[in-house]
């Protein structure tokens, strides 16, 4: 069974950091790709960081030079570095995997970034 665990959310002021952690079990994931993606109240989800299987990262400009996702195979773990947090990035982050015939998600952890 696959199951994706987020942890590392919380409770932090503007201009902190907070570093995200999703462990993944069940099968082997090397070949996919994983993401990041949060939700807002009353807004919907909304992608904020992909690395493929060989490494290529990308972000929305909103995170650009703040976020920095990373993975680790051999552990099935995903990464979300986030620095220089604003209030807006308050919301439930996410983490998903996903590759040719598979979409997993994870249940989310809260990060409440205040002003």
Do not use: H
Request: glycine share 12%.
């Amino acid at each position: 069974q696959v199951q994706l665990v987020e942890s590392g959310g919380g409770l932090v002021q503007a201009g902190g950091s907070l570093r995200l952690s999703c462990a993944a079990s069940g099968r082997d994931f090397s070949t996919a790709s994983m993401g990041w993606y949060r939700q807002a109240p009353g807004k919907q989800r909304e992608w904020v960081a992909r690395i493929t299987s060989n490494s290529k990262i990308t972000y929305p400009d909103s995170v650009k030079g703040r976020f920095t996702i990373s993975r680790d195979n051999a552990k099935n773990m995903v990464y979300l570095q986030m620095n220089s947090l604003k209030p807006e990035d308050t919301g439930v982050y996410y983490c998903n995997i996903f590759g040719f015939s598979y979409d997993y998600w994870g249940q989310g952890t809260q990060v409440t970034v205040s002003s």
